[in-house]
């Protein structure tokens, strides 16, 4: 029993030292959080196709200030038909002739400058793409990460079982202690349903990094590249920002989704100018020059100029132009009540990620300080006892499985916070990008 006792502890001694040097080898090339991001942002055809509608915008605000192309016209006029003769009447001339409508009051102005503020949208809605583009490659990064050191715990703890097999199956076969068939059959149990286990979690690392490759067009990213820093295989515990009412009211309102819809408003106020023009006339200049030949006798006839003015009032229309102004107010006033309820909800996201987060902070203190060290002495006093004969495999795999389980349930708790800070740090885009 002594040697049987050594040899387990030798072969745990190996483990932990191939886990080791396992966690040593931290290869240069791999793939880290920031380099995901900045990738992902950059081969983002959505920005690419955003810049292009910007410039789009821009080119028809220069189109808006031009004034409408005028009318020319060229005619034969007042040709008598009974002799077709073109000097016989004094009234038959060649006129040629010239329009030009100007539109109503500042209208021209206003619509260019409606476009441009339009165009200012673009960018806003840039860097809320970039900031949720960052946000999703961080998901879908830690998610990935999840799963590769929950492989690698689950690898571990099978390893355990093997070599606890191992030694269930030796000293049954040798007959030493009190081992039963039961325990040797409970081991081969543990050893498959920790496969199905490492299936389902390399399943999940699979659609992961598959999700992740969509986002980084020309790369396939592989697990092995996934990791935090170079040689750091855990994602650093970041710090939320724990910020008063006044002030985060303050930095949310620099959100880029709320900066939008100031933006959106500005161009609902110019909507209402441009509605406020059609109470303007419009008027209309026309030219014309009638060219005349001489009469029968041969005597020169004058040339004929001819100058109007035309102008268009509304006045019997002013019931649409009252409409079509109340109806542009009310757009501005519920983007205002959108504005409001835009701020509100992220107000109480932030928050509800505040007491995640704190919740979190709790349950990984209570994970590393009480559950997981006294987890991991009852694996080894079931370990120790069954080794010695006193003790049941029952217990030994009981103490074995929960220890896994809250490694594992640390691993998410840790990955779980780091999504949520992610979250955070989107509803602070704004101020972020202010600050550098």
Same mark, same amino acid.
């Given at each position: 029993?002594?040697?049987?006792?050594?040899?387990?502890?030798?072969?745990?001694?190996?483990?932990?030292?191939?886990?080791?040097?396992?966690?040593?080898?931290?290869?240069?090339?791999?793939?880290?959080l920031?380099?995901?991001?900045?990738?992902?942002?950059?081969?983002?055809?959505?920005?690419?196709?955003?810049?292009?509608?910007?410039?789009?915008?821009?080119?028809?605000?220069?189109?808006? #200030?031009?004034?409408?192309?005028?009318?020319?016209?060229?005619?034969?006029?007042?040709?008598?038909?009974?002799?077709?003769?073109?000097?016989?009447?004094?009234?038959?001339?060649?006129?040629?002739?010239?329009?030009?409508?100007?539109?109503? $009051?500042?209208?021209?102005?206003?619509?260019?400058?409606?476009l441009?503020?339009?165009?200012?949208?673009m960018?806003?809605?840039?860097?809320?793409?970039?900031?949720?583009?960052g946000?999703?490659?961080?998901?879908?990064?830690?998610?990935?990460?999840?799963?590769?050191?929950?492989?690698?715990?689950?690898?571990?703890?099978?390893?355990?079982?093997?070599?606890?097999?191992?030694?269930?199956?030796?000293?049954y076969?040798?007959?030493? $202690?009190q081992?039963?068939?039961?325990d040797?059959?409970?081991?081969?149990?543990?050893?498959?349903?920790?496969?199905?286990?490492?299936?389902?979690?390399?399943?999940?690392?699979?659609?992961?990094?598959?999700?992740?490759?969509?986002?980084?067009?020309?790369?396939s990213?592989?697990?092995?590249?996934?990791?935090?820093?170079?040689?750091?295989?855990?994602?650093?515990?970041?710090?939320?920002?724990?910020?008063?009412?006044?002030?985060?009211?303050?930095?949310?309102?620099?959100?880029?989704?709320?900066?939008?819809?100031?933006?959106?408003?500005?161009?609902a106020?110019?909507?209402?100018?441009?509605?406020?023009?059609?109470?303007?006339?419009?008027?209309?200049?026309?030219?014309?020059?009638?060219?005349? $030949?001489?009469?029968?006798?041969?005597?020169?006839?004058?040339?004929?100029?001819?100058? $109007?003015?035309?102008?268009?009032?509304?006045?019997?229309?002013?019931?649409?132009?009252?409409?079509?102004?109340?109806?542009?107010?009310?757009?501005?006033?519920?983007?205002?009540? #959108?504005?409001?309820?835009?701020?509100?909800?992220?107000?109480?996201?932030?928050?509800?990620?505040?007491?995640?987060?704190?919740?979190?902070?709790?349950?990984?203190?209570?994970?590393?300080?009480?559950?997981?060290?006294?987890?991991?002495?009852s694996? #080894?006093?079931?370990?120790?006892?069954?080794t010695?004969?006193?003790?049941?495999?029952?217990?030994?795999?009981?103490?074995?499985?929960?220890?896994?389980n809250?490694?594992?349930?640390?691993?998410?708790?840790?990955?779980?916070h780091?999504?949520?800070?992610?979250?955070?740090?989107?509803?602070?885009?704004?101020?972020?990008?202010?600050?550098?």
């Amino acid at each position: 029993m002594f040697v049987l006792r050594n040899f387990f502890i030798v072969c745990i001694a190996l483990l932990l030292l191939s886990v080791t040097t396992n966690r040593t080898l931290a290869a240069a090339g791999r793939l880290t959080l920031d380099e995901a991001v900045q990738q992902a942002i950059a081969n983002d055809p959505w920005l690419i196709a955003n810049q292009q509608n910007e410039a789009a915008i821009l080119a028809r605000s220069v189109a808006a #200030e031009v004034l409408p192309d005028p009318r020319f016209n060229v005619g034969l006029m007042n040709f008598p038909t009974d002799t077709f003769n073109y000097a016989q009447e004094p009234m038959t001339q060649i006129s040629v002739g010239v329009s030009q409508m100007l539109p109503r $009051g500042d209208t021209l102005a206003l619509n260019s400058q409606r476009l441009r503020l339009q165009s200012h949208q673009m960018p806003l809605l840039r860097e809320d793409r970039k900031a949720r583009v960052g946000l999703v490659v961080t998901q879908l990064w830690l998610d990935a990460l999840k799963a590769s050191h929950s492989i690698r715990l689950i690898e571990e703890n099978r390893i355990l079982f093997e070599q606890l097999t191992d030694i269930v199956s030796s000293s049954y076969s040798s007959a030493l $202690g009190q081992t039963r068939q039961l325990d040797l059959v409970r081991a081969q149990v543990e050893l498959d349903q920790l496969d199905e286990r490492l299936t389902e979690v390399q399943q999940q690392q699979t659609r992961a990094v598959q999700q992740l490759g969509e986002w980084l067009a020309g790369t396939s990213p592989d697990v092995s590249m996934l990791t935090s820093t170079p040689g750091q295989s855990m994602p650093e515990w970041p710090t939320p920002i724990v910020l008063p009412q006044d002030d985060l009211t303050q930095r949310l309102l620099q959100h880029p989704s709320l900066r939008l819809i100031d933006q959106m408003t500005k161009v609902a106020q110019s909507e209402i100018h441009i509605a406020e023009q059609q109470y303007e006339p419009e008027w209309g200049l026309n030219v014309s020059y009638g060219f005349r $030949g001489d009469d029968a006798r041969g005597t020169d006839r004058p040339d004929l100029l001819s100058v $109007g003015v035309s102008v268009d009032m509304p006045i019997f229309s002013s019931k649409r132009q009252d409409s079509q102004v109340q109806a542009e107010t009310y757009e501005k006033e519920s983007l205002r009540t #959108e504005r409001l309820l835009k701020l509100r909800n992220l107000l109480a996201n932030y928050r509800t990620l505040e007491a995640e987060l704190q919740r979190l902070d709790q349950r990984r203190e209570l994970y590393r300080n009480k559950l997981l060290p006294g987890l991991q002495q009852s694996a #080894e006093a079931a370990i120790n006892a069954y080794t010695v004969d006193v003790g049941d495999f029952s217990d030994v795999v009981k103490a074995r499985i929960g220890e896994l389980n809250a490694k594992l349930s640390l691993l998410s708790i840790e990955l779980e916070h780091s999504k949520k800070v992610a979250e955070m740090q989107y509803l602070l885009v704004g101020h972020q990008r202010g600050t550098k």
